[in-house]
T-cell receptor, first 116, second 111 residues
Framework: EAGVAQSPRYKIIEKRQSVAFWCNPI?????LYWYQQILGQGPKLLIQ????????DSQLPKDRFSAERLKGVDSTLKIQPAKLEDSAVYLC??????????????FGPGTRLTVT | DQQVKQNSPSLSVQEGRISILNCDYT??????FLWYKKYPAEGPTFLIS?????DKNEDGRFTVFLNKSAKHLSLHIVPSQPGDSAVYFC??????????FGIGTKLQVIP
């Protein structure tokens, strides 16, 4: 089966610019996650979708970050405007709906964002 | 507040020997634990997991031990192989599939 796809793989922008990341989860996976991984740290959950509804966005900086998952499949994460501290790898993951296999998340390769 | 702690940033082991990676947690509500492996420029890959009702889970060369009273878990890799060289993340699950990750331990297996 095809894995989680993300694009772009790399992005360099200047501060105050906008950027968008795209994620296509594994077919049939109901839950989709966006993580931010800053260098030297573990992934931090930004937002979690169950189908096209938001389950948890408590750690999403909502003044500049937004995410949507239209039709419960693909998802887009946007940053507007970007700050230097947003430089990180943004990981998308998905998991199936059935317990306990839903505990395992399948990660995409990530998008490395550099804000200058 | 780091709820999942991996206090060893790196570990070097000779090929064929045992690798032991440690993880401590503070939140007693965590009830499921996972280990992920990450190669450079790739996303993390699920390795092995354990429920809080168990104290051991084994899968081939990988074994995870859980000590609930000490809020400690460890991953044992026996025997270690050069292809095991990667960053290993400990993760804990609490609430509706919400996962909290540690900062990772970089394992180097020396041929």
């Amino acid at each position: 089966e095809a894995g989680v796809a993300q694009s772009p793989r790399y992005k360099i922008i200047e501060k105050r610019q906008s950027v968008a990341f795209w994620c296509n989860p594994i077919s049939g996976h109901a839950t989709l996650y966006w993580y931010q991984q800053i260098l030297g740290q573990g992934p931090k959950l930004l937002i979690q979708f169950q189908n096209n509804g938001v389950v948890d966005d408590s750690q999403l900086p909502k003044d500049r970050f937004s995410a949507e998952r239209l039709k419960g499949v693909d998802s887009t994460l946007k940053i507007q405007p970007a700050k230097l501290e947003d430089s990180a790898v943004y990981l998308c993951a998905s998991s199936p709906n059935s317990v306990p296999s839903s505990y395992e998340q399948y990660f995409g390769p990530g998008t490395r964002l550099t804000v200058t | 507040d780091q709820q999942v702690k991996q206090n060893s940033p790196s570990l070097s082991v000779q090929e064929g020997r045992i690798s032991i990676l440690n993880c401590d947690y503070t939140n007693s509500m965590f009830d499921y634990f996972l280990w992920y492996k990450k190669y450079p420029a790739e996303g993390p890959t699920f390795l092995i997991s354990i429920s809080s009702i168990k104290d051991k889970n084994e899968d081939g060369r990988f074994t995870v031990f859980l000590n609930k009273s000490a809020k400690h878990l460890s991953l044992h890799i026996v025997p270690s192989q050069p292809g095991d060289s990667a960053v290993y993340f400990c993760a804990a699950l609490g609430g509706y599939q919400k996962v909290t990750f540690g900062i990772g331990t970089k394992l180097q297996v020396i041929p």
